[in-house]
């Protein structure tokens, strides 16, 4: 075909260039694009096991429509499911997320489209796009449910004995759609047989089931916001039941386009194939020369510590605690040992948790109960567990620790942080706190410890603000990861052995030489991160090239925006002081909780935010539009992650994350990192 039958006109003066390929790998089928000499050539075939094989094969299916050699292509780029796996030593090549390929490939056949529906084999997305650029305005994907995708119409259509085809083709005949309640694959089989035993026909089955679908999608786009233009991509794109059902939901008609819109991913990642090869980007990077932060040190000794508490080395009481609202400085002043009990479980230990609590409890406060659970033997080893409660979730867990494993206490702080009674009952709380652990531990809290530890504290968490600070350098001398190993330590080492072990790394870190050299900059906000749940900063710092320089979740920079007055009566001051950090999002006024938010990510220079939360949280699940709204008013991108502890979502939060990135680097005028 000729490119002019296939791109929009008003485009074709910027296709030009040598020979370049687009392959775009899905769940289902490979599909390849090559640009040469003003010809376009497409092959697709079946997704193998072996990803690179059905790349190949794409490849040398269209060397031979072409007659070109693999010596006379200039670049390829690779997206899609299975982009990860392509590797070519002798093309020069890159990955780029299918969400910016199906954008730029929708442009290119058609400069009017604002807005893409992509419906794949395992998920389905919306996406804005730019229409004098092609470039992804905004993005939303399915969270890893089936719901709205072709492995959920295939699961259907084999239910009723028809192929994919044949199950839109029964759709379109309905003239009574059948009301489908469910959208779990797992439910689906149970809902079309028991509608079938009611006598309905296949053709409203299937139509009900395409609604069904459609209608999970059409959420999808109004939180991009449907604009006319709208066209409909992916491997589903050729199913007539989804176009119908989609063109009646949304109602807007879909853009007809010269070819099969399953190759409009290919397209784009050819298109992006040729503007790399014209800016001559190679494949091959240039080691980089940067400091990296040795904290295997930190990590033994942590290790360590923990060791001596199982076995109890220093013949102390040993506590264990739940929130950042409870006061370190009067546990230690009572001579008691104390640990934050904030280790993220794998799937079995939450698994083994949810037994005692609701599947609807988040996965961090499972994997507390779990570790209990399976007699995990720091955990086992505590003498009592306290909490100054926050969320209602935590609260049950303090509840179901005191039933069935250890002696707990549950504390009360006040939702509403600046009226002077809630001061006042959290001062009772903490003197009562006081009463608890001198029966603990047999000692005397006396005046002179207390301000000992509160100075200790104090130095402390001013040592933690300043290696943050560092991070505002362009290029930070510290990952987001290597702050957060640092916070973690502050949960299990004594004060008066974080001072020097801080003071040392901050001294190594300032002397690093500043770099001006700078890459994209995340702000990460929302729920908790717990002690061991490192996979999306490994993902955006070790894979993405990207950097979280701030964050003000329940276990980083927030721990260090408490401080304890070191005048008057101490344990008033304590009340004040904790009282006053930055609060949780359970706390009142939210407002001042989120207008501190975007105060960090603007003063850390942030140009995006992750906002990540567990699934299930209560805190910070059902008020992050508040959060959302105000990042937009400054101006500054988010992207949503809804997260667990299981592994099965990590493709998909990886294509998430990366193509957030490149919306940000395309808007700083950055280069791409990624190769193939």
């Given at each position: ?16 260039g040598?020979?370049?390929?687009g ?6 089928t490979?599909?390849?694009v090559?640009l040469?000499r003003?010809?376009?050539y497409?092959?697709s ?5 072996n ?5 190949d094969?794409?490849l040398?299916d269209l060397?031979d429509q072409s007659a ?7 670049y390829?780029v690779?997206?899609?499911y299975?982009r ?13 997320t299918?969400?910016s ?26 996406i804005?796009v ?6 992804v305005v ?6 890893k449910?089936?719901?709205g995708t ?9 239910i ?5 085809d044949?199950l839109?083709?029964?759709?379109v005949?309905s ?6 309640s469910s959208?779990c694959?797992?439910?689906?089989e149970s ?11 296949r ?5 009900g089931i ?5 209608k999970?999608?059409?959420n999808l ?7 006319p233009?709208?066209i409909?991509?992916g491997g589903?794109?050729?199913?007539i039941?989804?176009r ?8 807007h ?21 040729l ?14 020369d940067?400091?990296?932060l040795d ?8 290790a360590e510590?923990q ?6 080395a220093e013949?102390?009481?040993k506590?264990?605690y739940l929130c950042?609202?409870t006061?370190?400085e009067?546990?230690?002043?009572a ?5 934050r009990?904030?280790k993220?479980g794998?799937?079995h230990?939450?698994a083994?948790?949810e ?8 996965d ?6 779990g570790a ?8 086992t080893s ?5 909490t100054?409660y926050?969320c ?11 039933e ?13 942080k ?5 001061r006042?009952?959290y001062s009772s709380?903490i003197?009562s ?15 002179g410890?207390?301000?000992?530890q509160?100075r ?17 350098r ?6 987001g990861?290597?702050?957060l190993d640092l ?8 004060a008066?052995e ?6 040392g ?6 002397a ?6 700078r ?5 990460m906000a929302?729920?908790i991160?717990?002690d ?13 090239g990207?950097r979280i320089?701030?964050?003000d979740?329940c276990?980083g920079l927030k721990?260090a925006?408490g401080?304890?007055d070191?005048?008057g009566?101490p ?8 009282i006053d950090?930055?609060p949780c999002?359970r ?13 960090l ?11 990540a939360?567990?699934?299930f ?9 508040e959060f959302?709204r ?5 101006g500054i991108?988010?992207?949503?992650l809804?997260?667990?502890y299981?592994?099965?979502d990590?493709?998909q ?6 193509a957030f990135i ?13 190769t193939?």
């Amino acid at each position: 075909m000729l490119i002019q039958e296939v791109v929009d006109v008003r485009l074709l003066d910027k296709i030009t260039g040598g020979s370049v390929i687009g392959i775009d790998i899905g769940s289902r089928t490979g599909k390849a694009v090559l640009l040469s000499r003003g010809q376009v050539y497409t092959s697709s075939v079946y997704t193998g096991i072996n990803m690179q094989e059905t790349a190949d094969e794409l490849l040398e299916d269209l060397l031979d429509q072409s007659a070109l050699k693999r010596s006379d292509i200039d670049y390829i780029v690779g997206t899609g499911y299975g982009r990860i796996a392509l590797q070519y030593s002798d093309i020069s090549s890159q990955i780029v997320t299918e969400i910016s390929c199906h954008a730029m490939g929708a442009h290119y056949l058609n400069a009017d489209v604002r807005t893409i529906v992509d419906i794949g084999g395992q998920d389905s997305k919306a996406i804005r796009v730019d229409p004098l650029t092609g470039g992804v305005v905004e993005f939303v994907m399915n969270d890893k449910c089936a719901a709205g995708t072709g492995r959920f119409l295939e699961k259907v259509a084999e239910i009723l004995e028809l192929t994919i085809d044949e199950l839109g083709q029964e759709a379109v005949k309905s003239g009574s759609p059948s009301e489908i309640s469910s959208q779990c694959v797992v439910f689906a089989e149970s809902e079309v047989i028991s509608l079938r035993a009611k006598g309905e026909t296949r053709q409203d089955i299937a139509a009900g089931i395409h609604f069904a679908s459609a209608k999970r999608v059409r959420n999808l786009l109004k939180r991009v916001g449907i604009e006319p233009g709208l066209i409909f991509s992916g491997g589903v794109s050729n199913n007539i039941g989804m176009r119908k059902a989609l063109e009646d939901l949304s109602g807007h008609p879909l853009i007809e386009a010269k070819i099969d819109t399953i190759f409009a991913g290919a397209l784009g990642a050819a298109i992006h194939a040729l503007n790399y090869s014209k800016a001559a980007i190679t494949s091959t990077q240039e080691a980089e020369d940067v400091f990296r932060l040795d904290l295997t040190g930190l990590e033994n000794r942590i290790a360590e510590r923990q060791d001596q508490l199982i076995v109890n080395a220093e013949d102390r009481k040993k506590v264990g605690y739940l929130c950042s609202y409870t006061p370190l400085e009067m546990i230690s002043a009572a001579g008691v040992s104390h640990i934050r009990l904030f280790k993220a479980g794998d799937t079995h230990t939450v698994a083994s948790g949810e037994q005692i609590t609701q599947s609807v409890f988040c996965d961090f406060t499972k994997s507390i109960l779990g570790a209990f659970k399976e007699k995990d033997p720091l955990y086992t080893s505590l003498d009592k567990i306290y909490t100054f409660y926050t969320c209602d979730c935590i609260k049950t867990v303090g509840e179901a620790i005191g039933e069935f494993f250890t002696p707990a206490d549950i504390y009360t702080l006040p939702r509403i942080k600046d009226k002077p009674s809630s001061r006042d009952f959290y001062s009772s709380q903490i003197l009562s706190f006081k009463a608890d652990l001198e029966q603990l531990s047999g000692n005397i809290i006396t005046d002179g410890e207390l301000r000992l530890q509160i100075r200790q504290y104090n130095e402390v968490r001013k040592l933690l603000t300043q290696i943050s600070e560092l991070r505002k350098r362009p290029n930070p001398p510290l990952s987001g990861k290597d702050y957060l190993d640092l916070v973690k330590a502050f949960y299990y080492l004594p004060a008066e052995e974080l001072l020097p072990l801080y003071q040392g790394i901050y001294d190594k870190l300032a002397a690093v030489p500043v770099r001006e050299d700078r890459t994209i900059r995340l702000f990460m906000a929302g729920g908790i991160i717990a002690d061991g749940d490192r996979k999306l900063l490994e993902l955006i710092e070790d894979e993405l090239g990207a950097r979280i320089v701030a964050e003000d979740h329940c276990t980083g920079l927030k721990i260090a925006s408490g401080y304890i007055d070191e005048e008057g009566d101490p344990y008033r001051a304590l009340a004040e002081g904790y009282i006053d950090q930055t609060p949780c999002a359970r706390m009142k006024p939210l407002q001042e909780r989120v207008e501190i938010s975007g105060g960090l990510a603007t003063e850390y220079q942030a140009d995006g935010v992750l906002y990540a939360y567990l699934k299930f949280c209560p805190c910070y699940g059902q008020i992050k539009n508040e959060f959302f709204r105000h990042y937009q008013q400054l101006g500054i991108p988010v992207l949503e992650l809804p997260i667990d502890y299981s592994k099965s979502d990590q493709g998909q939060l990886k294509t998430r994350l990366e193509a957030f990135i490149e919306v940000l680097r395309e808007r700083k005028g950055l280069t791409a990192v990624g190769t193939a």
